[in-house]
């Protein structure tokens, strides 16, 4: 039996969800916090890049997302 889960997968601008992940800080700051989570939690940026993300992409998608909150835990 699966638990239902709270946080939606879907598709999220990347500061939407930077903001999501750090709601108390600003747009800016949040974005580049969070793309320093993403570089550091290991493995994460080669599964992202393999599911299609790259530098210049300005979503993530659902597939995207879910690796994300496997990594790092639901915001």
Same mark, same amino acid.
Do not use: H
């Given at each position: 039996?699966?638990?239902?889960?709270?946080?939606?997968?879907?598709?999220?601008?990347?500061?939407?969800?930077?903001?999501?992940?750090?709601?108390?800080?600003?747009?800016?700051?949040?974005?580049?916090?969070?793309?320093?989570? !993403? $570089?550091? /939690?290991?493995?994460?940026? *080669? @599964? !992202? $890049?393999? /599911?299609?993300?790259?530098? *210049? @992409?300005?979503?993530?998608?659902?597939?995207?997302?879910?690796?994300?909150?496997?990594?790092?835990?639901?915001?």
């Amino acid at each position: 039996m699966e638990l239902e889960e709270s946080f939606p997968i879907r598709c999220y601008g990347k500061g939407e969800l930077a903001q999501i992940y750090l709601p108390n800080v600003l747009y800016r700051s949040a974005l580049k916090s969070f793309n320093e989570w !993403l $570089e550091r /939690a290991p493995g994460l940026m *080669a @599964s !992202l $890049e393999e /599911a299609g993300y790259t530098p *210049a @992409s300005r979503r993530y998608t659902p597939a995207q997302v879910r690796l994300i909150v496997d990594a790092l835990g639901e915001p």
